[in-house]
């Protein structure tokens, strides 16, 4: 099946510092990334729809300059947490949309990275 | 608006019991596509199956099946003979075109299933 990678898988940081998570299609490519974000027993909870040569999309309520993303290629989106605080400290996940993929349960569907665990102190 | 109800918050089941996770969802579209997700502890989000709106038919794969009816909106998922391994959180899910071709998730909150040894 479809895989996406995640880095890094979790991590430390101080407030006040920028945190970049990388998202990596690794055996297709995918025009669309997504971003979301899961607090503890909770559901997910969409960010923004990343478009491979095109400005994000972001959902209501999520800072664009707080949470930046780039999709620079096909199988490649980063998500900047820059400035971060406390409250910032959650599960990031992506996932990665594939279009035409072969297989017994059709096409287009989103595949999920491992995540990242992200402590802000 | 695109809505997806799970309304079994968590389930606990001895193993080799079957257990049945419900699944209802809301929405105008009539394209769209129905998903379950498994998220064991470690996090991880894997894929388990996707369903078209016009492709009624059940689905079965080892020890999984799916019951998908439009006339209720609902697409349960059934595991027999359960196992341990079984214990995670299962998310359905609904994708629907949210404009320029870009489907988007809408997540049910999760089904906590534990599986008792």
């Known amino acids: 099946g479809a895989v996406v990678s995640q880095h890094p898988s979790w991590v430390i940081c101080k407030s006040g510092t920028s945190v970049k998570i990388e998202c990596r299609s690794l055996?297709?490519?995918?025009?669309?990334m997504f971003w979301y974000r899961q607090f503890p027993k909770q559901s997910l909870m969409l960010m923004a729809t990343s478009n491979e040569g095109s400005k994000a999309t972001y959902e209501q309520g999520v800072e664009k300059d707080k949470f930046l993303i780039n999709h620079a290629s096909l199988t490649l989106s980063t998500l900047t947490v820059t400035s971060a605080h406390p409250e910032d400290s959650s599960f990031y996940i992506c996932s990665a949309r594939e279009i035409g993929g072969q297989g017994v349960f059709g096409t287009d569907t989103q595949y999920f990275g491992p995540g990242t665990r992200l402590t802000v102190l | 608006a695109q809505k997806v109800t799970q309304a079994q918050t968590e389930i606990s089941v001895v193993e080799k019991e079957d257990v049945t996770l419900d699944c209802v969802y809301e929405?105008?579209?009539?394209?769209?596509?129905l998903f379950w997700y498994k998220q064991p502890p470690s996090g991880e989000l894997v894929f388990l199956i996707r369903r078209n709106s016009f492709d009624e038919q059940n689905e079965i794969s080892g020890r999984y099946s799916w019951n998908f009816q439009k006339s209720t909106s609902s697409f349960n998922f059934t595991i027999t003979a359960s196992q341990v391994v079984d214990s995670a959180v299962y998310f359905c899910a609904l994708s629907y075109d949210s404009g320029a071709g870009s489907y988007q998730l809408t997540f049910g909150k999760g089904t906590k299933l534990s599986v008792i040894p």
């Open positions: 055996d297709f490519q995918a025009t669309t």
């Open positions: 929405t105008r579209d009539t394209t769209y596509y």
